[in-house]
């Protein structure tokens, strides 16, 4: 099963209403239908029965003010500690079809890499997710939900122009130098206190690329490569910062030849999202992904 996962890298607009929902759910376009977010990060089939203990399931999508409806109260709720959440949308390998746990027809679609839009992930990936209940059936949840606005959250202290990323409960910032080599891009995140980034999911991939290297976007050539902190070493890709190397997004893996790793970031390319393995030496590229992990 291979769930919808649903972006929220770019949010929109500020809606709020309760109506026929409870405090602590928000009522959605359809006034039958009340919202519950959970910040607590869980699997998807573990986010699935938490919300049929509340006679919900996990939300289904059908229509894009819905979808918009949900990325502002993303933003008024967790502000910008999510970057994605678990929805209901679910497939078989086997059966190749998506459906929505709920039964709704999946008609209605929004997939791509790109704001506010959905793509999927692993099952097994922990995310917060969103509920959606009737509001003549719910039953109150046990589970703690943001129940005021703005309040309800902490965001860990990063050092300055750094940027916290919950999933992960890291910082991360980007340096827009052109003139650092790999070697000397490592030296200055450990000067903060890091390490060039290392990644471990789709969801902190997706991050980086759509939040901290916004910036390359709109650049030409190589200057939309970034370094991160992927290094090919005695026969195998390691992390710079010793973090296990648990996940991996080539587009073109490189080997002893090509040992050290850069990130493309500009939706132009057919590589979007996507690593290289490259010559350490280049010094054409954008930047650098530094991040430094509060664990």
Known sequence: MSPVLFSLLLLFFSHKIYGNCPEGAIEGNNPNDCYYFFLEQLNWAAAERNCQRIQGHLTSITNTFQNYLLLSEITEVWMNLVASVWTGGNTQPDIGAWSWSDGTPFVYQNWAIADGKWYSVDCETTLPFICKVNATSYVTPTTTIPTTRKTTTHTPEC?????????????????????????????????????????????????????????????????????????????????????????????????????????????????????????????????????????
């Open 159 to 295: 050092p300055s122009d750094y940027t916290y990323f919950n999933q992960t409960n890291s910082c991360y910032k980007f340096y827009s130098l052109q003139s650092f080599i790999f070697n000397n891009s490592e030296a200055l995140c450990v000067s903060d206190g890091g390490h060039l980034a290392s990644i471990h999911s789709e969801a902190e991939n997706h991050f980086i690329g759509k939040t901290i290297l916004k910036p390359l976007d709109s650049a030409i050539g190589d200057a939309t490569m970034a370094w991160i902190g992927v290094l090919y070493q005695d026969g195998g890709w390691t992390w710079t910062d010793g973090t296990r190397y648990d996940y991996s997004k080539w587009y073109s893996e490189g080997d002893s030849n090509s040992p050290c790793g850069a990130y493309d970031a500009s939706s132009s390319d057919s590589d979007y999202l996507q690593w290289y393995g490259t010559d350490c030496s280049d010094t054409d590229y954008g930047g650098l992904v530094c991040k430094i992990s509060l664990n």
